[in-house]
């Protein structure tokens, strides 16, 4: 395996400890946020369920990009690597949808033998 | 015909030392591994999304179940617990990196010294699930059971617990086994196996399955408890 230089070890700690201050505020916002908002906001949950879910996507990203490195990686492998996350997002819209399907259907079948 | 042979090994002649998208075979093995773990923890948390949206309106509210704090009385520290194990997974991931940098470098002590606190944080975080576990059981939630939904409902969000024990007990199983792996590196780094071999591609391939083990943490905590 080839051995770093200085200048690459050095800047390279200085980019760990950059994520972890973004990671660290990141986290501090969701929670706090999280909180926050049930406690002023009745209704609507939406915009946090947003907010939250694009804040763990800015994490996965800060993560794999520089403690699992996949910033220095060739760029085909990197597409190897995130191209099936396709398909998993597919499913996830798929089986929400399903779910929440489920739950109207069985809501209007209430009472039909019980 | 074969090739020069590297420490007695023979090299066919189409067969090359160095490997895919100029990195060596055990990284690329170790992701593509990593990418069918995170399909099976997608299958968890997928289903997990079907069963709480057919049973929306009556799911418990995480944020009312997961408020307390292990050695405190009372209700009223919503996320914190789950919060601080977030961040001691998260910290000990930078330690990793910092492990496989000083890796880099050659540097066997340096590995060493955040190999160590890597493997702390990790028995953290399981004794804190562990905490969380038992006090959840306490309250009467288990596998089969949740006592948080509205009484009267549906049936569905007794679901609940299943879904929580199975996740997390599957990521706890990871950790644990993250924890472990990182052990035989602390033994083997110390016995100079890393010197002797050239290269510390060991820590690195390990410390992309621990930092797997954090992004799936991050994904089930926005699940469960964020959501």
């Known amino acids: 395996m080839d051995h770093m230089s200085q200048g690459e070890y050095q800047q390279g700690k200085k980019d760990v400890y950059r994520t972890t201050i973004i990671l660290s505020i990141v986290t501090v916002a969701e929670v706090l946020g999280s909180i926050a908002y049930e406690h002023f906001v009745d209704g609507t949950r939406w915009p946090l369920m947003l907010f939250v879910t694009a804040m763990s996507i800015v994490k996965a990203y800060w993560i794999m990009k520089v403690f699992m490195h996949v910033g220095h990686e060739r760029k085909g492998f990197v597409f190897t690597l995130l191209f099936p996350f396709v398909f998993l997002v597919w499913a996830i819209i798929c089986f929400s949808a399903e779910g929440s399907h489920i739950h109207v259907m069985r809501d209007s079948l209430n009472g039909i033998f019980f | ?227």
Request: glycine share 10%.
């Open chain 2, 1 to 227: 015909m074969s090739a020069e042979s590297k420490e007695g090994y023979q090299v066919h002649e189409w067969e090359s030392l160095k490997g895919p998208f100029n990195a060596s075979y055990g990284k690329v093995m170790m992701w593509y591994f990593l990418i069918s773990d995170t399909f099976i923890f997608g299958a968890f948390l997928i289903a997990y999304a079907t069963a709480r949206m057919a049973n929306v309106s009556t799911w418990p509210m995480a944020s009312e179940v997961f408020n307390t704090l292990p050695g405190l009385t009372g209700h009223g520290y919503p996320l914190v617990f789950v919060s601080f194990m977030t961040f001691v997974l998260i910290i000990s991931s930078v330690t990793m990196v910092r492990a496989v940098q000083e890796g880099h470098m050659m540097n066997k002590m340096g590995v060493v010294k955040f190999l160590i606190p890597t493997i702390l944080m990790g028995l953290t975080f399981l004794g804190c699930q562990y905490l969380e576990w038992t006090h959840l059981i306490h309250e009467g939630m288990t596998m089969w059971h949740t006592p948080f939904h509205p009484a009267g409902s549906e049936i569905g969000s007794n679901q609940f617990g299943m879904f929580f024990f199975t996740i997390t007990g599957f990521h706890g199983l990871h950790v644990i086994t993250g924890v472990s792996i990182n052990i035989w590196l602390l033994v083997e780094t110390l016995k100079g196996r890393f010197e002797v071999l050239g290269n510390y591609g060991m820590v690195e391939k390990v410390g992309l399955f621990w930092h797997f083990v954090d992004l799936v943490w991050v994904y089930v905590f926005l699940a469960y408890y964020l959501l």
